[in-house]
């Protein structure tokens, strides 16, 4: 009975966490799309001529939209709650893909990147929020990677869709699955956290009765009343002030640096243009888009691994594990790029560009992916925390616009070689900051997190 009922309480959650799973594949979508697309489109017989200009601004402005759907999404998580936020948020995501699949210009395809970019904002401001309201401390951290193993489940869909299918194709395919989504999200309860903050207390009750399948209903229910008691209480203005207390203000920089290494590492560059950078790197032993193919399911696997470890090794353990493994993979890209410019023949060392984009995206979906969020859902008290999802969402949005938009010119100015010894260099950082100023939040509850921040 007590298996049964054990089983009964995950399910509720694990079902909320696949719904949240399929919205990130939208996120991987993205980023596959651009790879072997963009070849494309570059190639001479494209339907949609473009130079190389014009497709560093198509690959890049996904995450100057998503800028904007950070603000959006935080608005939006504060009035409507966390779970018809990523409802809203599914709509410009699927204006994107329907503008993508009936484009005939660069332009067009700019336009439906910022609409794109708007949703992927919306989804990193709302997501973390939802898991952390609807689970229960012993498996929030594994909800989370299985959210972020969406990701590269849909970096495989959009490599293997963009090689084979045409764009118009393939963008009907993941308008498709949106579509869906919006079924499911509109079918799923809101959080109670959300329900007690508008006064809907018996709708509150019903929610954690479906999200712990009837198990302590009311001592739940007392729990998460106590927890955002406190939002009611503040203006807006006292909880901006309520960042610069101590606790807070720790918490804010941790959420703010772990976002920020999440995309200075090299992410966009590889993400978005791995099939150009394998051929600049004179692969042709193998097929560029198939080893982007295989990354992508390489990704699968590993963030399949994170879901398993992440509640077992702790947060920091992974974080150290990827953190070291994507810096050996940018000084592998660096020392091949190396050797071409010093026309050193690399034909018997084809193995290492593939070895290292390889070993980037295992190293990056075990660790780099997953606990930011984790981090997000885990560390801020209920009547700051749609403050600290919009501020970790910008920080995300400006430093991959940074990223994506820089790569082609800094290519340009001084050569792969030096980019990538650049993204080691800031991958690397990762290691000391983990080790001396990273906490460890493993299976504990939001407010033993709280308490554990205001004592220190």
Known sequence: MILQLRTN?????????????????QLGF??????????????PESEIP??????????????????????FGAISENFLGSKKSIFVTLFPIAAGW?????????????????????GLGMIFSTFPLFVGEVSMPEIRGAL????????????????????????????????????????????????????????????????????????????????????????SKCSFLNKVRELRTPAIRKATFQVIALFTFMQ??????????????????????????LIVIGTNVCGIFAAALSIVLIDRCGRRFLLLISSTGVTISMVGLMSHFMLIDMEIDTTNLQWLPIASVFLFIIAFFLGLMPVPSTILSETFPANIKCIAACIASLTGALMSFLSA????????????????????????IVIPYTIFLMPETKGKSLQQIQDELIKK
């Open 9 to 25: 309480i995950i399910f509720s959650q694990w079902f909320a966490g696949i719904g949240v799973t399929l919205l990130l594949m």
């Open 30 to 43: 993205m980023g596959g799309w651009t790879s072997p697309t963009l070849a494309r489109l570059m190639a």
């Open 50 to 71: 473009m130079n190389p200009e014009e497709a560093s601004w198509v690959a890049s402005l996904v995450n100057f939209g998503r800028f904007f759907g950070a603000i």
């Open 98 to 118: 329907l503008i993508i699949s009936l484009a005939n210009s660069v332009v067009w395809l700019c336009v439906a990147r910022i609409s794109s970019g708007i």
């Open 144 to 231: 989370v990677s299985l959210a972020t193993f969406g990701v590269p489940v849909g970096q495989v869909v959009s490599s293997v869709s963009g090689t084979y299918l045409s764009i118009s194709q393939a963008a009907s395919i993941y308008l498709g699955v949106c579509l869906a989504l919006m079924v499911m999200f509109f079918w799923l309860p809101e959080s109670p956290h959300h329900l007690i903050k508008i006064g809907k207390r018996k709708a509150a009750k019903e929610s954690i009765n479906w999200y712990r399948a009837g198990r302590e209903v009311d001592k739940e229910f007392d729990a998460v009343e106590k927890f955002v008691t406190s939002d």
């Open 264 to 289: 200075i590492c090299g992410l966009n560059s590889i993400i978005f243009y791995m099939e150009t950078i394998l051929s600049k790197g004179q692969i042709t032993v193998i097929s560029p888009s």
């Open 405 to 428: 938009k820089t790569y082609q010119p800094m290519v340009d100015a001084m050569g792969e070689t030096y980019v990538f010894m650049f993204y080691a260099i800031c991958s690397i």
